[in-house]
């Protein structure tokens, strides 16, 4: 289903990011030349918060991005030179491309990220990964770069897919219509942050409600029973981690 985003436009004033050596170029950085580069399956996200830990960006990051399509990996590094950037490769074309549009602008940990294809194809992650080294080193370094990967990550979705798709595993037993859903299953690094980004994008979405001591329960209201219904059914069975299905039901009025 299409998603309705509201997205801030990105002011022209922020700051420069430092400049990465010639291989790792990133598109955008001389003005309009961004309208130069061709489309790729990676995209460059910068002006992001450097507050945020890695792997919790990491997380935020494929819970946001991977409603466009299926992820094959996302790069976020604390080095001088990455700071306050990821790169983000899709699987399909369309998935980076949409990305790009509908989330340009996107409130991430209360900065607008801005957003470009990355100048050059994905191989790029792999020199930022440091698994193009020597030789000898190269198995490891690739090996350890896959084992981070596989545990930060979670499970990918049905590829070119424009949004969640519903899992036919998850069976719910629901409640009568309620503009406040109730979210189930929740992995334990859940926070509040994570859930606002999936349900921002819908029409009418007003707060996430936590519980305290209780990470894999969670509340989410939305301003009438209709728009909470087509969050519902859009995020039913999205996988915030491989083993997590979230489950959604309307609350118990």
Do not use: W
């Amino acid at each position: 289903m299409p998603l309705h985003m509201s997205v801030r436009p990105v002011p022209r004033s922020l700051k420069q990011q430092p400049a990465l050596p010639v291989s790792y170029e990133r598109c955008g950085e001389r003005g309009d030349a961004t309208m130069d580069i061709r489309p790729n399956h990676t995209i460059y996200i910068n002006n992001i918060n450097d507050k945020v830990k890695k792997e919790e960006l990491k997380r935020s990051l494929y819970a946001l991005f991977s409603q466009f399509g299926q992820i094959i990996d996302i790069v976020a590094m604390k080095t001088a030179k990455m700071r306050g950037q990821a790169f983000v490769v899709f699987k399909e074309l369309a998935g980076a491309t949409n990305a790009l549009r509908q989330l340009q602008g996107f409130p991430f940990y209360n900065k607008p990220m801005r957003i470009q294809y990355a100048k050059t194809d994905s191989e790029v992650i792999a020199k930022v990964k440091g698994t193009y080294g020597d030789k000898e080193k190269k198995k490891d370094k690739k090996k350890k770069a896959q084992e981070v990967s596989a545990v930060s990550l979670m499970k990918k979705p049905a590829a070119g897919s424009a949004a969640p798709v519903n899992s036919a595993a998850v069976q719910v037993v629901d409640n009568p219509p309620n503009y406040i859903l109730f979210l189930n299953n929740l992995p334990e690094e859940t926070n509040e942050m994570m859930l606002s980004m999936l349900f921002n994008q819908f029409p009418g979405f007003k707060e996430v409600r936590l519980v305290p001591g209780k990470h894999d329960i969670s509340f989410v209201e939305f301003e009438s029973e209709t728009q909470a219904g087509v969050a519902k059914d859009a995020l039913q069975g999205f996988r915030i981690t491989a083993t997590c299905a979230m489950k959604i039901t309307y609350a118990k009025k």
